[in-house]
């Protein structure tokens, strides 16, 4: 190389350019070992969950739950989760409680068993709610009740709590015609009023 000497001319220089060995600094080397290690580490995780999503499969039976009526929201407790597939569930074998809700009836829990068998069908039944029955009479204000013949107790009478079915309604007071009506209760937390009109068992006389 060349550089300028006192009077302005270039005179040669006998230094000479040697090369420097050239290495990473410590933290991309450690980036670079860590990303060696997560890779096969990410492989192992994935093929261990194909391998459990596989026995998974597999070893599960497949039920179809029966409900009657159609509920609103179904679970299924106990053991291994289940899963919903194309109105069936698959389930493990054992023992697991079935939990169905809808409006109008009550709340089914009820244990169940799944077999070894690969295809099952299971029933269950939902039972309504009871509906209520409210009556008042006139112009007796104080009369007997009695459904189906069995007494219920005096009017007025608020919410008497009845099964879903058809009843005789009978409503009875002294001097008075018994009031006799048949009625449908549907359940279901409805509710049915009835007002009884008790005409008098006597008739005027005029001497």
């Keep these: 190389m060349n550089r300028p000497g006192e009077s302005g001319e270039f005179q040669e220089s006998t ?3 040697r ?10 080397a450690t980036e670079s070992k860590a990303g060696r290690q997560i890779v096969p580490m990410i492989i192992v995780l994935l093929l261990v969950t194909l391998a459990l999503a596989a026995w998974y499969l597999f070893s599960a039976r497949s039920v179809q739950l029966l409900i009657d009526p159609q509920p609103e929201r179904v679970s299924i407790s106990g053991g291994l989760p289940s899963l919903h597939v194309g109105g069936r569930y698959l389930i493990h074998s054992g023992t697991h409680i079935l939990t169905a809700k809808r409006s109008g009836y009550r709340d089914l829990q009820q244990e169940f068993s799944v077999s070894e068998d690969a295809n099952q069908s299971l029933t269950f039944s939902m039972q309504k709610l009871p509906g209520y029955l409210s009556i008042s009479s006139s112009p007796v204000s104080q009369a007997q009740v009695l459904i189906d013949n069995k007494v219920a107790g005096m009017t007025p009478l608020q919410d008497l709590e009845l099964q879903p ?6 409503v009875i007071a002294d001097r008075y015609q ?3 009506q048949d009625i ?6 409805k509710r049915v009023k009835i007002q009884s009109e008790l005409s008098p068992a006597w008739a005027e006389v005029r001497l």
Excluded: C, R
């Excluded at 090369?19 to 991309?28: D, G, N």
């Excluded at 449908?184 to 937390?189: Q, R, S």
């Design 19 to 28: 090369p420097i060995s050239f290495s990473p600094s410590s933290a991309l």
């Design 15 to 17: 230094d000479a350019i």
């Design 178 to 180: 018994p009031f006799i």
């Design 184 to 189: 449908k209760v549907e359940g279901e937390g």
């Design 165 to 170: 079915g058809t009843y005789e309604v009978k």
